[in-house]
């Protein structure tokens, strides 16, 4: 099984509502990314939790809050976002195993618009 | 830093072979990834080469990496309507992938 589980599948919400972006995998993979992809473009980086840890920020905006409350489970807590934020938001995980690279596998991602 | 490079589009007649190509600057990379994304959807890993082959053959699909040149392709026999997607080359690290900008393959009757 190679699923990662993304809820919702479609997300509209205003300037100035709080959201959450949700993600789960069952495949006892020990990292986990959130990746924003904007039409036309290859998916963005924006943060990775390793051991549920937050290793990497891409510099990301405070209006996004990454959250991975245990090792299957990662949120996204959006709060006043921008219009430019709209984008399809992508959940990944990997297994992390300690070698010098570490396949990811992805989720159907979220459709995000803000209005 | 690492530069992936793709062309952006490709028109295949069905039951053609599809070729896309991808060319990298950075040979670190351990895996060199192949990702699909069909319209709305995530990426599905369709199959990846490690960095000490020359060729990996799945079914249709065929990779083909020539480390000298640095160049990475994706054969794809017999191309059906359903692989009418965007196609994208990754360079594997740990805790990162290294993205092209994706092939948009088009495929008709």
């Known amino acids: 099984d190679t699923e990662v589980t993304q809820t919702p599948k479609h997300l509209v919400m205003g300037m100035t509502n709080k959201k959450s972006l949700k993600c789960e995998q069952h495949?006892?993979?020990?990292?986990m990314y959130w990746y924003k992809q904007k039409a036309k473009k290859p998916p963005e980086l924006m943060f990775v939790?390793?051991?549920?840890?937050?290793?990497i920020n891409e510099s990301v905006p405070s209006r996004f809050s990454p959250e991975c409350p245990n090792s299957s489970l990662l949120n996204l807590h959006l709060h006043a976002l921008q219009p430019e934020d709209s984008a399809l938001y992508l959940c990944?995980?990997?297994?992390?195993?300690?070698?010098?690279?570490?396949?990811?596998?992805f989720g159907p991602g979220t459709r995000l618009t803000v209005l | 830093g690492e530069d992936v490079e793709q062309s952006l589009f490709l028109s295949v007649r069905e039951g053609d072979s599809s070729v896309i190509n991808c060319t990298y600057t950075?040979?670190?990379?351990?895996?060199l990834y192949w990702y699909k994304q069909e319209p709305g959807a995530g990426l599905q890993l369709l199959t990846y080469?490690?960095?000490?082959?020359d060729m990996k053959q799945d079914q249709r699909l065929t990779v083909l990496l020539n480390k000298k040149d640095k160049h990475l392709s994706l054969r794809i026999a017999d191309t059906q309507t359903g692989d009418s997607a965007i196609y994208f080359c990754?360079?594997?690290?740990?805790?990162?992938?290294?993205f092209g900008a994706g092939t948009r393959l088009a495929v008709h009757p």
């Open positions: 080469i490690f960095s000490n082959m």
């Open positions: 950075d040979s670190s990379s351990t895996y």
């Open positions: 495949m006892g993979h020990r990292a």
């Open positions: 990754a360079l594997g690290g740990y805790n990162k992938l290294i």
């Open positions: 939790y390793s051991y549920e840890k937050l290793s």
């Open positions: 990944a995980s990997s297994p992390l195993r300690h070698t010098s690279t570490d396949t990811q596998y």
